[in-house]
């Protein structure tokens, strides 16, 4: 860059460490003394700062509620890498989504949360940690998909009639529930196991732990891929390619059953909110990105990008409804 101050020209190689300004202070200082000098070495070094600023990168933090293990983590991991290319990411993944709720708290900045029904529901219940207002002005992505039953050697008919341990993910209590309303509709002898995370639950699975999981559809290709089965689904969906179980028992609500989750632009502008929607749809879209990659295209997980506001708040209040008491 070229800065023309005062009839002198200075050639400016703009580093965002900003140390060029004490190496170009050197320089400038041999040659020219004086009010004149300090009135040119303020002119440089804020023309200098103005340049780099312009350069910069936001930091956008990208805090997981959820698991270490589950899929919150496996796509918070994955966006954190796509939008690398647009923000310096500080990607924290606590654990678990009482202790983000807290820790959302002391950061000041933008952040990139998601949050799901399941928590919601047990929040207002009062068997959770916390709720979280969902306001769709700041909703970047909403994203549904149904809960499955699979297993890696046991048929669908012997999950029906024989004593069986079926693993889920947390919350504990809304698919506990949902794996007993198997005893209350169909008279099966189930025991839940809670773990913490999908992706323990699968490998508690794939380690012969448990005999069946209830896993999102997303993890129920992975099982199927590794030489398991998936049978039946959480949904009353007469077209799906597994059994939809609320078609077999349509009184029993908890049949229904399904992650709901938004991604929350938070601390943030509508102007921050809309430019990292886009920029979340971009990387989304592009076959070459690790968002891509993890919901295979959009085939494993139903993105709805154009929601409206109402659309947003019904579909949300809905889905917390079907997993509460």
Known sequence: MVINIIGVKFIVIVRLDHSFLFNYYS??????KGKKMRKIILTLIFSCLFVANSFAKETLTILN????????????????KDLQKYYNIDLKIPGDYCT????LKSIKGPVLMPWANDFEA?????SGCA???VKPEQVVRYDSTVMCLCSMKH??????KNKHTVGHTT??????RAVLALEKSFGAKVKPIAYDGSGATKTGLY????DYALVSIKHGRDIIKNGGSCFYEYSANKDSELVALATMDPNNPLLIAGYDAVWLALNMTDEQVATLRARIKEVHLDSSSAMFEYTQGGKVLNVMWDLTSSEITNQWETSVKNLQE
């Open 27 to 32: 320089v400038i200082n041999v040659k020219i």
């Open 65 to 80: 509620a959820g698991s270490k293990t589950g899929s919150f983590a496996m796509q918070m991991t994955a966006v954190s």
């Open 100 to 103: 983000a709720v807290q820790m």
């Open 122 to 126: 047990v929040g207002r219940d009062g």
């Open 131 to 133: 709720t979280f207002e």
């Open 155 to 160: 048929s669908a008919d012997s999950l029906m």
């Open 171 to 176: 919350p504990v209590k809304p698919f506990s």
């Open 207 to 210: 380690n012969g732990e448990i």
